[in-house]
Each structure stands twice: as C-alpha cells, then as structure tokens.
C-alpha cells in the first residue's frame, strides 16, 4: 500500500512557465512534508519543506502548498529553467516515527 | 569534500555471492539510513542506525546486515546475493532522527546480481 502518490511519472513544461508537481497521500497522520530533486547518477536532494501547521513555503522559485483536507500537496517552480530538469521525490512522515515515506517521483522535462 | 560518500558506486555480481556496499558522512551528523530504489521506482527505507545503535529494522531479509563501526560510518553486506537484490541502494544521513531537515543522501550504489 503506497502511502504517498505521485501519480504523474513525467512532466515537461517551456522554460519560462510554471511547473507544478503533485504529490497525495494516504496517511492522516502525516504532518512533515518534503521535496526531493534528483539528477541521473546522484542521490535526492533536499529541496523544500512544509510542516502540517503551514498551508505554503516558498524558498526563491520553489513553492510548496498543502491542502491538509485533501491529502494533497504540490510543488511550484516558477520560472522553470532547463537546469530544474530532474526527477522530483515528495516525502512524508509523522511526528514521532523516524522515517520518511517517498513517492515514486515525477520526472519533470524543462524545455528550452 | 562529498558529504555522504558510497563505495562502490556499481557493482556487478553472481547470484549466492556476498558483498558490501560502504557508507560515510562528514556532516557529523548523528543518523545514518539505508534505502532501497527498486526497479518500479520506489525508495523504502531498510534500516536507520542513530549513534551507532539500530533504531530502524524495516522488514528485509536476513541476508541484509547494517553495521555501523562509529557515528559516522554505516556498512550494508549482503549475503547469498539473489537477482531481485538488484536496485540502486542509497545511503543517507540526517542531524536528528526522523529530522524535520531531511536527509543528506549519497550517489547510490547500483547493484546488479546476474
């Protein structure tokens, strides 16, 4: 059972425009969300973050909104450069576990 | 100065060997954690050591055996490798256990088992 979804396995978007990547979960208990980056032949890389008490982070391009009722969040870029090509991981996890749940990833396509 | 470091970064072997795959951070920081990447994508977490002592045993199998020499070193050895022991494994490393920053992930090792 996959607690965290990413349903979309690739995006691609002009350069220029905003990327939105979506990430849905399962588990009410979730209350730490985070965004991976990861380029072919290297490991993730943190991103961005947002706790359950936030409903938007924003950090430069990024954005990160939650929408606790849904079970939703998703990951804005804006503008999307060419170098934001990348496979995005979203994270999960609860208050008081240790782990982190990932989603399969969405590999997002920036075009020149 | 690579702050998570995984050796080797491929490694190619015959079914029923064992092997090892090495981990180490710079960051100091005081949890270290094995994932696995399997072939759908997936990235699970098989163990999590914090200060040297297990605190995350994920169900794997016991050919799967952590250990972690000091702080700053977590080790992965496989025994009696079999073909679906075949991912991209990643070692990771974070300030706190469970922390709210994240993980310091390294490269991955990509092991296939033939």
């Known amino acids: 059972d996959q607690q965290v979804k990413q349903n979309s396995p690739s995006l691609s978007v002009q350069e220029g425009r905003i990327s939105i990547l979506n990430c849905d979960y399962t588990?009410?208990?979730?209350?730490?969300f985070l965004w991976y980056k990861k380029y072919p032949a290297e490991g993730p890389t943190f991103l961005i973050s947002?706790?359950?008490?936030?409903d938007k982070n924003e950090d430069g391009r990024f954005t990160v909104f939650l929408n606790k009722s849904a079970k939703h969040l998703s990951l804005h870029i804006v503008p999307s450069q060419p170098g934001d090509s990348a496979v995005y991981f979203c994270?999960?996890?609860?208050?008081?576990?240790?782990?982190?749940?990932f989603g399969t990833g969405t590999r997002l396509k920036v075009l020149a | 100065d690579t702050a998570v470091s995984q050796t080797p970064k491929y490694l190619v072997t015959q079914m029923g060997n064992d092997k090892s795959i090495k981990c180490e951070q710079n960051?100091?920081?005081?949890?270290m954690y094995w994932y696995k990447q399997d072939s759908k994508k997936f990235l699970k977490i098989m163990f999590s050591?914090?200060?040297?002592?297990?605190?995350i045993n994920e169900t794997v199998p016991n050919r799967f055996s952590p250990k972690s020499p000091d702080k700053a070193h977590l080790n992965l050895h496989i025994n009696s490798l079999e073909l679906g022991d075949s991912a991209v494994y990643f070692c990771?490393?974070?300030?706190?256990?469970?922390?709210?920053?994240?993980?310091?992930f390294g490269s991955g090792t990509r092991l296939t088992v033939v």
């Open positions: 050591y914090n200060n040297k002592e297990l605190i």
């Open positions: 960051l100091g920081h005081d949890t």
């Open positions: 947002i706790s359950s008490i936030k």
């Open positions: 588990n009410s208990m979730f209350d730490y």
């Open positions: 990771a490393s974070s300030q706190m256990t469970g922390s709210d920053y994240g993980y310091t």
């Open positions: 994270a999960a996890k609860s208050t008081g576990t240790y782990k982190y749940i």
